[in-house]
């Protein structure tokens, strides 16, 4: 008898498509013929909001669409604004928004492994990893007050300046998390069934993965050379020491590795940022963006008029445009803004290396198994929230 | 923040409104273009299709090409031995408002160069299409059609033209332009009603309901109204 | 107390329960007809307290509250210890409906048909200002709060709310059901047959939940007095 090929709707509500994606199979048996990923279910129009919001008052909306690594958004969109402004933050801000944006890197990885390593139906790395991440939690808390939702970056500085044990609290946690790290790479990376699920699944090669946009470790697991940090660098990246890992065949277990290597490549970087996080002030003093202080503003006019209307009307930035990138997360995380003078964007574009990442997922997933598009899914590591904004 | 004598809120219903300071489309500063290899490189290549150059923010180059050869310039970057743009980054649009042409940008990325370059194509208001470079890069499938989708730019050749963001049967337009209001055109109620009334024959493409020769998906409505459930008694 | 579906049947007070008792003659007597007696509030007992301590959440997950109740499930918070041991991704298996997150109109007749799908005796939170009540996002494509689309029993507020947060709804939620009563029980869970399963709002329900805040633009301190009359739109006459 011959078969028919028969479509299926996965999500969007489903355990394992890690957000609100629908991916519609064309399916023979269980042999994937076409998969179209169907996204938009949860649009939340960040871009048209970012519009009718002043410079600063955008920050708290970065920290809701990759709410896996709220700090890197925060930075990188204060990162654009700074430099469309021409504005130089201080030494001790740049090493702070450095530690913050490689402890993200952690604390994002460390999410992807935990969902990941349940999609294969291996629970406990789930449970350790979140372990590890409530203490990237507390120290969420600590320093800005909520767990995910941080804010914690201005144009020009930071919220506020690292509270009394903080730098000790992450370095406990630099010390001490390569433990639990080993101990869960123990359980998967020789793991005969997590081998099978991940070895030669969803391969994809480097000029291709290049074509399709791909950015970030699953690139690099195509090998591909490219990491905003060495080939494009900010914040001085380029003295500290780390390696970036590159994969060779581009399926899905070079991804885990070259994962579980960053992660450790971002141990390396936190130690050395900690080192070398010199003192002074967080915030730049810089008149277009930061408050005179109160002695100033109830002693003279001029103070007390610039704090008013810093307040009131909130900054300024020239007219032009800027399109500043990191080394995300999950890719090449960008921002576009766009300014007219004004102290509202005319336009915010945020360019979500998820986006482009899952654009790719019926190329990967032809031709094999129903089980293997969800690993080659969840290998990609994608948030909804960043991909739908 | 204030509008002009009405009040603060007026941007909601209306769209947002530029600051007002400028009336012309910003224009950054005039860069030197020797400093960016392709910058020269295009002006001497594509002479006519190059309109004009800048450099925003210090230190990042931007082309304005004429939109009718976006294609043919964007091949050449691609493949040119000492362009090697290989990596397109983004594609996006900005409404600047007021009746003001929409741009479309191009960022592109060269990883055997190290360089970044970003490209303008302007459209006028009532003539929103340019040719799709899905051919030259794949990344570009869904950044199109997220433009589509929000801006209502149509690209010419594109494999799969359609809303990616907004659900199919969305009819208020198209929502990042400036003429859209933040909450949409619709009422609540209206929205609600709409949202709940999807038909979800409208989430697949006609190729995908033909698969397996299954006309349609959705079970066929009963017979009987579900009122009358239990009360016929044959 | 009760909750009406819109167009359909109301549910019956407590006083019109009573009156069919008395008008049918059954006063007392064990097992009552409507009005609660001894055996049954003995019944009733049991049968809450076995609900409320095995309750199987239905995870509606979309965005960062998600996490949170992901966090909440973990170790460090730990859901089990409350008898939700098993997140039932299957909605027919399900006895809460966790909502944890925004959800913006292309997703409402998901979450609806989700809830449809759900048996009765079901229970609904709605996780986060988003899902209360559409959050920061008072945008084109954003459901300002699901109770638009299904009737919610616990609001659990906050940007995402705390771990302990979520528990506290959900401990709610479980003081809710120790309060039910098997006899009221069909009156209070009523939803009329012709609405379920279609996902369709009625329309006067529709209006009355989208104002006053509807698309107001005076969102400021004097948007606190209700528009008694809604002033009809041209825009809603749009194909």
Known sequence: MLSEPMLINIGPQHPATHGVLRLICELDGETVLKVTPDIGFLHSSFEKLGEYRTWNQIVPL??????LAPLMYNCVYVMAVEKLMGLEVTERCKVARVLCMEMERIFSHLLWLGTTAIDVGAFTPFLYAF?????????????????????????????????????????????????????????????????????????????????????GPNLRAS????????????????????????????????????????????????????????GGPINVADPRVSLPSKTDCMNDMESMIHHFKLI???????????????????????????????????RWRIRPPSFVNLSVIAKLAEGHLVSD?????????????EIDR | MAGENGSAFDAVEQGPEASGRNTETPHGGVGNPAEHPSVTALQGRFDSAVLRHEVQAGDQHVVFLDPGSNRAVLAWLRDDPEQRYDLLVDVTAVDYGGGRPLQIVYQ????????ALRIKCELPLDGLSIDSVVQLWNAANWLEREVYDLFGVEFRDHPDLRRILMPQNYAEGHPLRKDFPLRGRFSRAEQTRRALSQDYHDDYTPEELEVGGAPGLAPPELPISTDEVGTRLD | MGMSDGEGTDPLSLAEIEALGQAEGRQGGLLGFGHPTFLTTKVDFVVNWARRNSLWPMPFGTACCAIEMMASAASNFDLARFGMERMSFSPRQADVLICAGRVPYKLAPVLRRIWDQMMQPKWCISMGACASSGGVFDTYSMVQGIDTIVPVDVYVPGCPPRPEGLIYGLMMIQE???????????????????LVGRPRAGDEEVEALAGP???????????????TTRPERSEDLLP
């Not at chain 1, 969420?140 to 767990?147: K, L, P, S, V």
């Not at chain 1, 070259?258 to 070398?276: G, P």
């Not at chain 3, 009563?181 to 012709?194: D, G, Q, W």
Request: hydrophobic share 30%.
């Open chain 1, 62 to 67: 970065t920290d809701r669409m990759d709410y």
């Open chain 1, 131 to 215: 372990q590890e991440r409530e203490r990237i939690y507390t120290l969420h808390e600590n320093y800005t007050g909520a767990r995910i939702t941080t804010s914690a970056t201005r144009v020009g500085g930071m919220m506020a300046d690292f509270p009394d044990g903080w730098t000790d609290s992450l370095r406990d946690f630099v010390k001490t998390f390569p433990k639990t790290l080993n101990e869960i790479d123990s359980l998967l990376t020789t793991n005969g069934i997590h081998l099978g699920r991940t070895l030669d699944i969803g391969v994809i090669s480097g000029e291709d993965a290049i074509n399709y946009g791909f950015t």
């Open chain 1, 223 to 278: 090998g591909v050379d490219y990491d905003l940090r060495k080939d494009n660098p900010y914040y001085d990246y380029e003295t500290y020491d780390f390696d970036v890992p590159i994969g060779e065949n581009g399926d899905c277990y070079d991804r885990y590795l070259v994962r579980m290597e960053e992660m450790r490549q971002s141990l390396r970087i936190l130690e050395q940022a900690l080192d070398r996080l010199p």
């Open chain 1, 312 to 346: 009131t009307e909130g900054i300024s930035v020239p007219a032009g445009d800027c399109y500043f990138a990191v080394e995300g997360t999950k890719g090449e995380l960008g921002m576009y803004v766009v300014s007219d003078g004004g102290e509202k964007p005319v």
């Open chain 1, 373 to 385: 598009l969800i690993m080659i899914n969840a290998s990609l590591d994608i948030v909804l929230g």
């Open chain 2, 108 to 115: 592109l990325w060269s990883v055997p160069h190290k360089r």
């Open chain 3, 176 to 194: 809710k059901i120790r309060h039910e009563s098997l006899t009221e029980h069909y009156s209070l869970r009523a939803e009329n047959p012709s």
């Open chain 3, 213 to 227: 805040f509807g698309n107001s633009t005076q969102q400021d301190q004097l948007s606190s007095a209700a528009q």
